[in-house]
């Protein structure tokens, strides 16, 4: 199987960090955070590794260069949203089903799970799923025809939110134009036959700022 990061955002939540360098060229645990994403895919087995970017490419392309040799890099024309980018890949595509992630990605999901779940539900496009709880900070009412029909102080809610880790059929990513489109339009075109599977792996948002002071604080590296 074959893996691409997606590095091509502008990194806008993380500056004043990515006006000097890409969001994946962050350094957590004294390392660029794409150092973290292509050890995870290296350590699931995955050689064919490209990494596709736009937002300061020739210093990603630089970095990846001198510390990754075999690993590809994807230049982009212009921002086409996380599916979108992927235009710009179609040529590195095989006949088989492909992983994509974000080049921040710090987990320890084991991806041969979910290719083999992807196999089995005969998708076009599995979704690594994570449930997560959240609460609101109100107590709700519930009202019916004026009058309180009961009360939820401060409840708390379970979703099930995307990772950004997919494994998609090349099929699928051949239809890819030159246009914007993310991955939430592109999973819709694709319905029924998008799968999702729900992970209890970790998974470290680095989106932030505030984030990434906290990834900081716990030393995650070894996941």
Not at 39 to 58: F, H, K, P, S
Not at 134 to 143: A, I, Q
């Amino acid at each position: 199987m074959k893996a691409f990061l997606l590095a091509a955002g502008l990194g806008t939540r993380l500056r004043p960090l990515t006006y000097f360098a890409p969001k994946p060229l962050v350094a957590v645990a004294g390392k660029a955070i794409i150092d973290h994403s292509i050890a995870w895919l290296r350590g699931n087995g995955i050689r064919d590794i490209y990494v596709v970017g736009y937002y300061m490419q020739d210093v990603l392309r630089s970095y990846l260069k001198e510390r990754h040799p075999d690993v590809v890099f994807v230049s982009s024309r212009k921002l086409l949203g996380t599916a979108g980018q992927l235009y710009y890949a179609k040529e590195h595509l095989d006949d088989g089903p492909a992983l994509v992630a974000p080049g921040d990605v710090l987990t320890d999901l084991r991806i041969g799970e979910v290719a083999e779940f992807h196999k089995a539900e005969s998708a076009l496009l599995t979704i690594v799923g994570h449930e997560v709880e959240t609460s609101l900070r109100f107590g709700v009412l519930d009202v019916e025809g004026g009058r309180l029909a009961g009360w939820r102080e401060k409840p708390r809610f379970k979703h099930v939110v995307s990772t950004g880790i997919y494994v998609v059929e090349s099929i699928a990513l051949r239809s890819l134009e030159e246009r914007y489109l993310d991955f939430n339009d592109f999973a819709q075109s694709l319905m029924p036959r998008v799968a999702v599977y729900v992970s209890n792996a970790r998974f470290y948002d680095v989106g932030t700022l505030e984030d990434l002071a906290k990834v900081r604080t716990l030393g995650v590296i070894n996941i």
